[in-house]
């Protein structure tokens, strides 16, 4: 197998696109005709090489590699088909995509690549709402997919709805619970909730994870000194903020000075070899 073969395989195993690097891998290939010394995997290359020229809008190679694919295993293959799809997609015509997408479900409800593809299909036409009832429904019977539960997410982000979003990125947490980004995202939802007890729990834990993680500490800044002004006015009897903003499960008052201060600590030894003006703009936002 040739060199270009080995690293068409490794960037497939990585689950990376990098189209450009691809077609630059393949187009000897193609020429040659020595992409066949793939064996077993010529057809996975295949369909690598169509992807990458999908995605560089190569639509000529794209379709000489799908006929060649389409000669193989014929139209009836759902693989094909939705190969067939994403050429309708990428020359600007969407319905006939649809249509492909929906004929596929019919015959085949539970299929993955059909579902994915309509649900990105929907999202990209700005049809929401039916993107995420689909992705529901999808769920219903996939619920070990964490990447699909990680997009419901972000798709209730953008529609505002902030307890169904937090509810999906628990599950995705669930999955993947050493992914510091999944903790990220749930700490920075349920600060907009009002959940701060919640919020600084997962701020730390994002920290523990990536000991430098700039928006983890800025976090555990932002989130201990919120819950310190809104106790203290709490405790005064003077009203601090909205009621709704949850802290009863919070650390005591000399934890959160304590994780203010190492938070302030890390922050300025992380930009302790920035430019003197981004020093002083985080000077600032700390009230040094």
């Not at 932002?222 to 650390?251: F, M, Q, Y």
């Not at 008052?253 to 002083?280: C, H, N, P, V």
Request: charged share 25%.
């Amino acid at each position: 197998m040739s060199s270009s073969l080995k690293l068409l395989g490794e960037i497939r195993q990585s689950s990376e696109r990098r189209p450009f690097e691809v077609l630059k891998l393949a187009e000897p290939l193609l020429n040659k005709g020595s992409i066949t010394q793939a064996g077993d995997e010529v057809w996975l290359v295949y369909e690598q090489v169509f992807l990458a020229a999908v995605d560089e809008g190569q639509i000529d190679v794209a379709k000489a590699v799908l006929e060649i694919l389409h000669n193989r295993f014929g139209e009836e293959s759902q693989r094909v088909k939705r190969l067939y799809g994403l050429v309708s997609e990428a020359t600007g015509h969407p319905e006939d995509a649809k249509k492909l997408y929906d004929d596929m479900l019919e015959k085949d409800a539970t299929n993955v690549l059909a579902n994915k593809r309509l649900i990105a299909l929907l999202k990209l036409q700005g049809q929401y709402v039916q993107a995420i009832q689909e992705l529901v429904s999808y769920l219903d019977t996939h619920g070990n997919d964490f990447e699909a539960w990680l997009e419901l997410t972000h798709l209730y982000l953008d529609q505002h709805l902030y307890s169904q979003a937090a509810f999906c990125i628990e599950e995705v947490i669930l999955q993947q619970p050493a992914n510091h980004y999944f903790h990220l995202c749930y700490a920075e939802i349920s600060y907009a909730m009002g959940n701060l007890d919640v919020a600084l729990k997962e701020y730390l834990r994002v920290v523990e994870l990536s000991t430098d993680n700039v928006r983890g500490f800025y976090g555990v800044k932002l989130t201990a000194d919120r819950i310190l002004d809104i106790t203290s006015s709490r405790g005064s009897g003077k009203s601090k903020g909205p009621s709704h903003l949850k802290v009863e499960n919070a650390p005591q008052k000399a934890m959160l000075e304590r994780l203010s201060q190492l938070a302030t600590e890390r922050l300025l030894a992380i930009y302790s070899g920035s430019s003197d003006a981004m020093k002083k703009t985080l000077e600032e936002w700390l009230k040094l």
